[in-house]
């Protein structure tokens, strides 16, 4: 089992940013990829961005530019820096963790952290 715990969500004003943290514990030595989804109301939850162990990056057209994500391996954490935020970035953002063992696809998410870009 993996427990993903998330922090760093708020209220921010356009053009602002904000920094979410992950932090994973448990059968944290499996995890292959590391990343960010995102939910707003009446919506789909949609991949921001991801990241594998070896630090390679996936982003969405719409954060491009503007959202970089990173890892520390040591502390078992995934960030989102999130700057240039839009109103339409508001959304409750999930981290999501990953691994295949055996054949067996394992997928683990975090609670949410609301983000909203308002003036």
């Known amino acids: 089992q993996v427990q993903l715990l998330e922090s760093g969500g708020g209220l921010v004003q356009p053009g602002g940013s904000l920094r979410l943290s992950c932090a ?14 995102r939910q707003a109301p009446g919506k789909q939850r949609d991949l921001v961005a991801y990241i594998t162990t070896s630090g390679s990056a996936n982003f969405a057209d719409s954060v491009k530019g503007r959202f970089t994500v990173s890892r520390d391996n040591a502390k078992n954490t995934v960030y989102l820096q999130m700057n240039s935020l839009k109103p339409e970035d508001t959304a409750v953002y999930y981290c999501h963790a990953y691994y295949a063992d055996r054949g067996i696809n394992y997928d683990y998410w975090g609670q949410g952290t609301q983000v909203t870009v308002s003036s």
């Open 24 to 37: 994973a514990s448990g059968s944290i030595f499996n995890i292959a990829i590391m990343g960010w989804y």
